[in-house]
C-alpha cells in the first residue's frame, strides 16, 4: 500500500517564477494538508483541504494557494517566488480532518529559490 | 509566535541511555500531543501520541509524560540505540477549533553513539 506520495522530489526555481507541488494521498484518506519545514525548523502549517475545499489556513501570504481534485490529490502553488520560500515542503493526508486519525507524511518537495 | 517550545536543539546521548526531550505550550485549548521522529530526506512520522486525560503512555522503548497544570510534556526514550538518531519534533493540536492543524516545536537532533 503506498503512503503519500508527493512529486517532484527536488526542483530549483528562480526568484519571481511560479511552481507547483503534487501529493497523492495514502489509499483511504480522504484530507490532505501542506507544511512549510524551513532548514533546521518545524514543520509550518499552510492550509487544509477536505472536500475540495480549503478549510483551514496558516499565516501564509496569498502567494500560496492550492487545490483538492475529485481523487483527493492536492497541489500547492506559490507564485512570485521569494528567496525565503526555499524549504522542504511537507504534505500529509489523513482519513479524517483530524491529526489523531492518523496523519501520514509524505517525504517531501525539497524547493530551492535562486 | 512560537507555540510549542521544545528543548534541548540537540542531544548526545550513548547506547543504552536515556534520551529526554522536553516541550512546553501555553494554549490550554491543546488537546492532542504527538512526537514524530524524521530521518534526513525523509518526512516526519508518528512516534507515539497522548490526549490530556492521562499523565503518561508508554509504547516499547518510547515513553510520553504529560504534565497538564505545568502544560508540558517529555518524550523519554529508553535504552536508546544508533538506530534512535533522527530529529524528534512535539507538537499540539486544538481539536475544537483547528481540528487538523498541528504546531510543531523547531525540533532535536538526536544523536546516539555506539
Known amino acids: 500500500d503506498a503512503g503519500v506520495t508527493q512529486s517532484p522530489t527536488h526542483l530549483i526555481k528562480t526568484r519571481g517564477q511560479q511552481v507547483t507541488l503534487r501529493c497523492s494521498p495514502k489509499?483511504?484518506?480522504?484530507?490532505v494538508s501542506w507544511y512549510q519545514q524551513a532548514l533546521g525548523q518545524g514543520p509550518q502549517f499552510i492550509f487544509q483541504?477536505?472536500?475540495?475545499?480549503?478549510?483551514q489556513r496558516g499565516n501564509f501570504p496569498d502567494r500560496f494557494s492550492g487545490h483538492q481534485f475529485p481523487n483527493y490529490s492536492s497541489e500547492l502553488n506559490v507564485n512570485a517566488l521569494l528567496l525565503g520560500d526555499s524549504a522542504l515542503y511537507l504534505c500529509?493526508?489523513?482519513?479524517?480532518?483530524?491529526?489523531?486519525?492518523?496523519?501520514?507524511f509524505g517525504s517531501g518537495t525539497r524547493l530551492t529559490v535562486v | 509566535q512560537q507555540q510549542v517550545k521544545q528543548s534541548p536543539q540537540s542531544l548526545i546521548v550513548q547506547k543504552g541511555g536515556i534520551s529526554i526531550i522536553n516541550c512546553a505550550y501555553e494554549?490550554?485549548?491543546?488537546?492532542?500531543f504527538p512526537w514524530y521522529q524524521q530521518f534526513p530526506g525523509k518526512g516526519p512520522a508518528l512516534l507515539i501520541a497522548i490526549r490530556p486525560d492521562v499523565s503518561e503512555k508508554k509504547e516499547g522503548r518510547f515513553t510520553i509524560s504529560f504534565n497538564k497544570s505545568a502544560k508540558q510534556f517529555s518524550l523519554h526514550i529508553m535504552d536508546s540505540q544508533p538506530g534512535d538518531s533522527a530529529t524528534y519534533f512535539c507538537a499540539a493540536e486544538d481539536r475544537g477549533s483547528t481540528l487538523g492543524r498541528l504546531y510543531f516545536g523547531r525540533g532535536t537532533q538526536l544523536t546516539v553513539w555506539p
Open positions: 494554549n490550554t485549548a491543546f488537546d492532542y
Open positions: 483541504y477536505y472536500e475540495e475545499e480549503e478549510r
Open positions: 489509499s483511504g484518506h480522504d484530507t
Open positions: 500529509a493526508s489523513s482519513p479524517r480532518q483530524g491529526a489523531g486519525y492518523g496523519y501520514t
